[in-house]
């Protein structure tokens, strides 16, 4: 008998090797829950607490007060999502190793980062992005569009994959109506965003971090126990393929001849090592060095050697992946090849209502059958958690980039509170289109939720990575140049993804019809194509039109990063805060607010109490502060050793698996 609903089905029944549905219906797994979120909430409250979140930089910036450990672990916890867990366990189940090789280029991209794309922003004294390139540029067009880009990104790859995969978790633990426990889910991480703002996500990371990691090595022990050891588990994972095949052609369920290779194939390879060498590190520099979610963590470091410690514990925390990750998803394909590798549509449908293929359910699966009691929900909770670290990273970005970006365009005299509300409504407006948006990602699970995620992203990014790159390393490049790339870049990724997904992007079994000579040039192929072109324009259409002079340009591209004078700003900012336009305001008796007032006031962090004045020489001291990069020598000289050994683990771990 198997109930249905929103294209999951949960089968119970005696059928071989489906699992009925575990409910979590023991003590021990329902305390240690309960426990955990509970853990959760003092931390976000004692965050709360602690920190000042009644100004912007407060809020959004957690007051540049992080020391470098909370960072590197909460970069980390940013990045991995429970769409890792799902997706890289999935993809590495029908694959084999090379989607480790995404997790791992991380190691050489997070040293760019602290080394050459951190020290500029802190000298252009920015906290979004899109400030950076309005700065950099002049003009209101460039900064709006990374917005809306940004925005639109969130939305499709980063909300709606990390929802879908957590769904697949609870369904496959509570078997719950996915849509019930969404909600639930978004309730809680909402609460505690909108509660704590930066500095309780921050806390919560590294809190969450720690028990994803132990939680997932613990898993990883049962998991090779199951099948005795790496020998086996390479011999096995070779044999892999489900019973019921049907007349399908062999290549559809059989595991590929190079799966324990990174690199492979550069024409016939699924994941072609030129487009995982070079087209890759094009999307992790757009996701690792331009993206509001991961830079805003380095923004708020105490400084700059702080920002390169926390990106060298991040890049050896990204080495865990292949381990937590990549190698349980191929042994799940060996415990439950059945229902894993299953490749007859039918089959498939009836184990977790994808007819393209179960891979999704690769870790999941894992987690619900291999686990003992208590363990299995310390893993659910840290799935639930990694979910939640997820969303909340990104509706605090989006809602800093909505009321930076957007939102001072529509009210440039804007007062501070009514900033602080306008974000928090705007995260409220963002959980709607979210949960509006999960049965599109249901209809478009095309067998392996990662390659949907990084399709995406190499369609939609190469132009902006194009943009930032050349904004920093070459002065030279203006505004006309840095649009006219950025647009025409949009189109022609725009171009192949609408295509393809009117054609669907097929399997094994059914592949799409779609022209070859659109779809047939692999993702990663197609973003280093895509980037090309796009520096092309930029580069091409700066050289006709007239350069931007120097005294704009002081401290925001590294030629002249080291320069002290005045910097004229292009345009001036469009929000000034109104909070003292008029002095005479401050003599008026404000009446003492009510009880219920004082509470929410409290409770949304929009504290009654002034920030205290500052005097003119104060501001300019607290300026030099925030756009300080000096570092001590010692220090500086023990983060960049630490840096080449990085490199050097990078080299080794690739050359060894490559």
Same mark, same amino acid.
């Given at each position: 008998?198997?109930?249905?609903?929103?294209?999951?089905?949960?089968?119970?029944?005696?059928?071989?090797?489906?699992?009925?549905?575990?409910?979590?219906?023991?003590?021990?797994?329902?305390?240690?829950?309960?426990?955990?979120?509970?853990?959760?909430?003092?931390?976000?409250?004692?965050?709360?607490?602690?920190?000042?979140?009644?100004?912007?930089?407060?809020?959004? &910036?957690?007051?540049?007060? @992080? +020391?470098?450990?909370?960072?590197?672990?909460?970069? %980390? =916890?940013? #990045?991995?999502?429970? $769409?890792?867990?799902?997706?890289?366990?999935?993809?590495?189940?029908?694959?084999?190793?090379?989607?480790?090789?995404?997790?791992?280029?991380?190691?050489?991209?997070?040293?760019?980062?602290?080394?050459?794309?951190?020290?500029?922003?802190?000298?252009?004294?920015?906290?979004?992005?899109?400030?950076?390139?309005?700065?950099?540029?002049?003009?209101?067009?460039?900064?709006?569009?990374?917005?809306?880009?940004?925005?639109?990104?969130?939305?499709?790859?980063?909300?709606?994959?990390?929802?879908?995969?957590?769904?697949?978790?609870?369904?496959?633990?509570?078997?719950?109506?996915?849509?019930?426990?969404?909600?639930?889910?978004?309730?809680?991480?909402?609460?505690?965003?909108?509660?704590?703002?930066?500095?309780?996500?921050?806390?919560?990371?590294? &809190?969450?971090?720690?028990? @994803? +990691?132990?939680?997932?090595?613990?898993?990883?022990? %049962? =998991?090779? #126990?199951?099948?005795? $050891?790496?020998?086996?588990?390479?011999?096995?994972?070779?044999?892999?393929?489900?019973?019921?095949?049907?007349?399908?052609?062999?290549?559809?369920?059989?595991?590929?001849?190079?799966?324990?290779?990174?690199?492979?194939?550069?024409?016939?390879?699924?994941?072609?090592?030129?487009?995982?060498?070079?087209?890759?590190?094009?999307?992790?520099?757009?996701?690792?060095?331009?993206?509001?979610?991961?830079?805003?963590?380095?923004?708020?470091?105490?400084?700059?050697?702080?920002?390169?410690?926390?990106?060298?514990?991040?890049?050896?925390?990204?080495?865990?992946?292949?381990?937590?990750?990549?190698?349980?998803?191929?042994?799940?394909?060996?415990?439950?090849?059945?229902?894993?590798?299953?490749?007859?549509?039918?089959?498939?449908?009836?184990?977790?209502?994808?007819?393209?293929?179960?891979?999704?359910?690769?870790?999941?699966?894992?987690?619900?059958?291999?686990?003992?009691?208590?363990?299995?929900?310390?893993?659910?909770?840290?799935?639930?958690?990694?979910?939640?670290?997820?969303?909340?990273?990104?509706?605090?970005?989006?809602?800093?980039?909505?009321?930076?970006?957007?939102?001072?365009?529509?009210?440039?005299?804007?007062?501070?509170?009514?900033?602080?509300?306008?974000?928090?409504?705007?995260?409220?407006?963002?959980?709607?289109?979210?949960?509006?948006?999960?049965?599109?990602?249901?209809?478009?699970?095309?067998?392996?939720?990662?390659?949907?995620?990084?399709?995406?992203?190499?369609?939609?990014?190469?132009?902006?990575?194009?943009?930032?790159?050349?904004?920093?390393?070459?002065?030279?490049?203006?505004?006309?140049?840095?649009?006219?790339?950025?647009?025409?870049?949009?189109?022609?990724?725009?171009?192949?993804?609408?295509?393809?997904?009117?054609?669907?992007?097929?399997?094994?079994?059914?592949?799409?019809?779609?022209?070859?000579?659109?779809?047939?040039?692999?993702?990663?192929?197609?973003?280093?194509?895509?980037?090309?072109?796009?520096?092309?324009?930029?580069?091409?259409?700066?050289?006709?039109?007239?350069?931007?002079?120097?005294?704009?340009?002081?401290?925001?591209?590294?030629?002249?990063?080291?320069?002290?004078?005045?910097?004229?700003?292009?345009?001036?900012?469009?929000?000034?805060?109104?909070?003292?336009?008029?002095?005479?305001?401050?003599?008026?008796?404000?009446?003492?607010?009510?009880?219920?007032?004082?509470?929410?006031?409290?409770?949304?962090?929009?504290?009654?109490?002034?920030?205290?004045?500052?005097?003119?020489?104060?501001?300019?001291?607290?300026?030099?502060?925030?756009?300080?990069?000096?570092?001590?020598?010692?220090?500086?000289?023990?983060?960049?050793?630490?840096?080449?050994?990085?490199?050097?683990?990078?080299?080794?771990?690739?050359?060894?698996?490559?």
């Amino acid at each position: 008998m198997a109930w249905d609903y929103f294209g999951f089905s949960r089968t119970s029944g005696n059928t071989e090797d489906v699992s009925p549905t575990v409910a979590l219906n023991n003590a021990a797994d329902i305390s240690v829950i309960v426990i955990y979120f509970l853990v959760v909430l003092a931390v976000g409250v004692w965050a709360m607490v602690r920190t000042n979140r009644s100004t912007v930089g407060g809020f959004f &910036l957690a007051g540049r007060s @992080m +020391v470098w450990w909370p960072i590197g672990a909460s970069l %980390f =916890a940013s #990045n991995i999502g429970s $769409g890792h867990f799902v997706g890289i366990a999935g993809t590495a189940a029908a694959a084999g190793i090379a989607i480790g090789g995404f997790e791992w280029n991380a190691l050489i991209v997070v040293v760019i980062l602290g080394w050459l794309f951190v020290p500029i922003y802190i000298k252009a004294g920015v906290v979004t992005m899109p400030e950076y390139l309005k700065k950099r540029f002049g003009g209101q067009r460039i900064r709006i569009y990374l917005s809306v880009l940004s925005l639109f990104l969130y939305v499709f790859t980063k909300i709606s994959a990390d929802m879908f995969s957590g769904a697949i978790f609870i369904q496959q633990a509570l078997g719950l109506n996915i849509y019930v426990a969404v909600i639930a889910l978004l309730a809680i991480t909402a609460l505690y965003t909108v509660t704590g703002g930066l500095a309780a996500v921050i806390y919560t990371d590294t &809190l969450q971090t720690i028990i @994803m +990691v132990i939680g997932s090595f613990i898993l990883m022990g %049962f =998991a090779f #126990n199951e099948v005795g $050891g790496y020998e086996n588990f390479q011999e096995r994972y070779m044999t892999a393929i489900p019973s019921i095949t049907a007349n399908i052609s062999a290549k559809c369920y059989q595991p590929r001849s190079d799966a324990f290779h990174i690199f492979r194939d550069p024409i016939t390879g699924d994941l072609p090592w030129p487009g995982l060498v070079f087209g890759l590190t094009i999307q992790a520099t757009w996701y690792w060095c331009t993206d509001q979610v991961i830079v805003q963590r380095c923004l708020s470091a105490k400084n700059l050697s702080h920002v390169k410690g926390g990106c060298i514990l991040c890049g050896y925390l990204k080495l865990l992946p292949m381990f937590l990750m990549v190698f349980p998803g191929m042994i799940s394909r060996i415990l439950y090849s059945d229902v894993v590798a299953c490749v007859d549509p039918d089959e498939c449908q009836k184990y977790c209502g994808a007819s393209v293929g179960c891979t999704n359910i690769a870790y999941p699966k894992l987690v619900v059958d291999l686990m003992p009691n208590g363990l299995r929900g310390l893993m659910l909770a840290v799935m639930l958690a990694s979910l939640m670290s997820s969303l909340t990273s990104i509706f605090n970005s989006a809602s800093t980039l909505f009321t930076m970006d957007i939102y001072t365009k529509i009210r440039p005299h804007a007062r501070e509170k009514e900033l602080m509300i306008a974000g928090r409504v705007f995260i409220v407006f963002l959980i709607g289109v979210s949960i509006a948006w999960i049965p599109v990602v249901q209809s478009a699970q095309s067998g392996q939720l990662f390659d949907y995620i990084q399709s995406i992203t190499s369609y939609l990014t190469p132009p902006v990575a194009a943009v930032f790159m050349l904004a920093i390393f070459c002065k030279r490049v203006n505004e006309s140049g840095a649009f006219y790339g950025l647009t025409i870049g949009l189109a022609i990724g725009l171009s192949r993804m609408i295509t393809e997904f009117i054609y669907g992007t097929g399997s094994c079994v059914n592949p799409s019809d779609c022209p070859t000579i659109i779809c047939g040039v692999h993702y990663l192929y197609f973003g280093m194509i895509l980037f090309l072109i796009s520096c092309i324009i930029i580069v091409g259409v700066s050289l006709i039109t007239k350069p931007i002079d120097d005294k704009h340009l002081y401290r925001l591209c590294w030629s002249l990063r080291n320069r002290t004078e005045e910097r004229v700003d292009i345009e001036p900012d469009d929000w000034v805060n109104d909070d003292d336009s008029n002095e005479l305001e401050i003599e008026e008796h404000e009446e003492e607010p009510g009880f219920f007032k004082k509470a929410l006031m409290c409770f949304c962090g929009l504290e009654q109490k002034k920030a205290p004045k500052l005097s003119k020489e104060e501001e300019a001291e607290l300026k030099r502060q925030l756009t300080d990069t000096s570092e001590k020598p010692l220090w500086r000289n023990i983060v960049n050793v630490n840096a080449i050994i990085l490199l050097c683990v990078a080299v080794f771990f690739h050359g060894y698996f490559g």
